[in-house]
C-alpha cells in the first residue's frame, strides 16, 4: 500500500493543478518513489549487518572485561600493599606496584604475552589491560567512588564530571551554554572514554616542546576558537553584518576559510581513532615487522 501521507503536499499541488484521478496520483507518486530511492536501498547488506552486530557484541564484552579486570588488578593493588607492611617482604626496584607501566608489566607477565615479537602484537588487548590497569588502580586508591557492580566499572557522578552543561539563558554571558555544578551524586556507568578522562585528571600529561617555544594548551585554545566562532555565528546569523565587519578583517575570513577546509575531512579524528586502537601502552605507535 503506497504511504500518501508521505507526499501529502506534492498530491495537493497535482490536484490542485491537474485534478488527476486517484489511479493517477498513485502512478504519479510510484514514479516520485523510483526517483528519491538511494543507492544504498539496492545494496545487499545482510551478510555485513550480522557481522557488524556480532563485531558490536564483541565490543561491548570487551568493555564488560575491563570492569572485571579492573576489580582483580584492584584486589592485587591490595595485597601488594598488605604483603609490603608484612616482616621480611621488600619490594625490588623493578617490581614495584606504584606506576602504570609496572603494573601493565606484571598483568603481561601473569597472561604469558610478550611484546618482544611485534607481529604478535595484540593492540585491543593491550588497550584493554591498560585501561583495566587504571580502572584497578583508581579503586584501589579510592578515588571519584570508583567500584565495581556486576562486573560493570561505575564511579559517583559529579566526582567524575565535576561540571555539567547548562543553557544559558544569560543575554550578559555570550554563549549557548555554561558549565555549572554538577550536584548528582549517583553512580553511574563508566566508559572507556570517561574513565581516561578520570585517569587524566589524576595523572595530567606534561606538555613537551622540544623547540623550547612556549607550550600550546590544545584543549584550551580549541574551546576558546569555538566559543569565538560561536558568537561571530550568532551574528552572522542574526543579520548584523556591522558588528561582524566591525570585528573581523579580510584576513581573518581567509582563516575560517582554511579552518573549515581542514576539519572538513574528519582526518584528525580518523587519526585519533586509529591510535586509540593501534597505539602501544608505551604511548608510541606499534611497528609491526614486515
Known amino acids: 500500500m503506497i504511504n ?3 507526499y501529502k503536499y506534492k498530491l495537493v499541488n497535482l490536484i490542485k493543478v491537474n485534478n488527476m484521478t486517484q489511479v493517477e496520483i498513485k502512478k504519479a507518486v510510484k514514479v516520485e518513489m ?3 530511492l538511494s543507492a544504498w536501498d539496492k545494496l545487499d547488506n545482510a551478510t555485513l549487518k550480522k557481522n557488524l552486530l556480532v563485531a558490536r557484541n564483541v565490543s561491548n564484552k570487551v568493555m564488560n572485561c575491563i570492569g572485571i579486570l579492573a576489580e582483580d588488578v584492584a584486589r592485587i593493588i591490595s595485597q601488594h600493599r598488605s604483603n609490603l607492611a608484612t616482616d621480611n617482604i621488600t619490594e625490588s626496584k623493578d617490581k614495584k606496584f606504584d606506576t602504570e607501566k609496572s603494573l601493565r608489566e606484571f598483568c603481561f607477565w601473569t597472561a604469558g604475552y610478550n611484546r618482544k615479537d611485534k607481529n604478535l602484537i595484540n593492540p585491543a588487548f593491550e588497550m584493554t589491560v591498560t585501561r583495566a590497569i587504571r580502572g584497578g588502580k583508581i579503586i584501589a586508591d579510592k578515588k571519584f567512588g570508583m567500584t565495581v557492580k556486576n562486573g560493570e566499572l561505575m564511579g559517583i557522578n ?3 564530571n565535576p561540571t555539567v552543561p547548562q543553557k544559558n539563558y544569560d543575554k550578559k554571558i555570550k554563549k549557548s551554554f555554561i558549565d555549572v555544578e554538577n550536584t548528582n551524586d549517583s553512580l ?4 572507556a572514554n570517561m574513565l581516561d578522562k578520570a585517569w587524566k585528571m589524576l595523572h595530567p600529561v606534561a606538555p613537551r616542546d622540544a623547540t623550547g617555544k612556549k607550550s600550546v594548551n590544545i584543549s584550551s585554545a580549541l574551546k576558546e576558537a569555538k566559543d569565538i566562532l560561536e558568537q561571530l555565528h550568532k551574528k552572522a546569523k542574526a543579520k548584523k553584518d556591522a558588528e561582524v565587519y566591525s570585528k573581523l578583517s579580510d584576513d581573518d575570513c581567509g582563516l575560517i576559510a582554511d579552518i573549515k577546509l581542514l576539519v572538513s575531512d574528519d582526518l584528525i579524528r580518523q587519526a585519533w581513532n586509529r591510535a586509540d586502537q593501534s597505539m602501544g601502552m608505551d604511548m608510541k605507535p606499534i611497528k609491526v615487522a614486515v
Open 34 to 36: 523510483k526517483k528519491e
Open 158 to 160: 559529579n566526582k567524575i
Open 188 to 191: 553511574i556507568s563508566v566508559n
Open 4 to 6: 500518501l501521507k508521505i
